[in-house]
């Protein structure tokens, strides 16, 4: 049902769906500025465990429960070794307010277009991602998507497989 009410949307113009994105590609190598305006390239963790997660909108209460979250289990990927994204079409400055009101460890890049979240089969509907989640590997391949993730259980469960995975 939700795909037919996707396909509906997208006929309408409100939602784009990215290509659906499989588990062992070649990872999307983008660019984007973070929350301080910096370049953040994918290319740069080649070596590293990557968990990209995408949320709708910052700010709103699933989004910072799930910020909140990451920033409070980050000392525990930052001892594996994995850096943690949080992507939104969100502009730079919001995201950068977000992170300051919250006191937010993640790392913020702004897809104002949705181009990474949509490469990454990402639902985009009325510039809004859907709740997704990425880990990407040492060689920059996708490992796992999780889809329409819990906002509040998707860090833990991320870190779990992770903790499984990285030795």
Known sequence: ???FIIKVLALLGIAQAGAPLQEGQQ???FSLKNHEGKTVN???YRGRWVVLYFYPKADTPGCTAQAKEYT???PEFERLRVKVFGVSTDS???IR???EKYNLSVEFPSDPKGSVAKAYGVTV???FCSRDTVLINPELKVEKIYRGVDPSADPQRVLDYLKNKVK
């Open 1 to 3: 049902m939700k795909e």
């Open 97 to 99: 307010k977000f992170r």
């Open 92 to 94: 730079v400055e919001s």
């Open 125 to 127: 509907i009325a510039g």
């Open 42 to 44: 994918l290319s740069d």
């Open 72 to 74: 409070r289990l980050m």
């Open 27 to 29: 990872a999307y190598l």
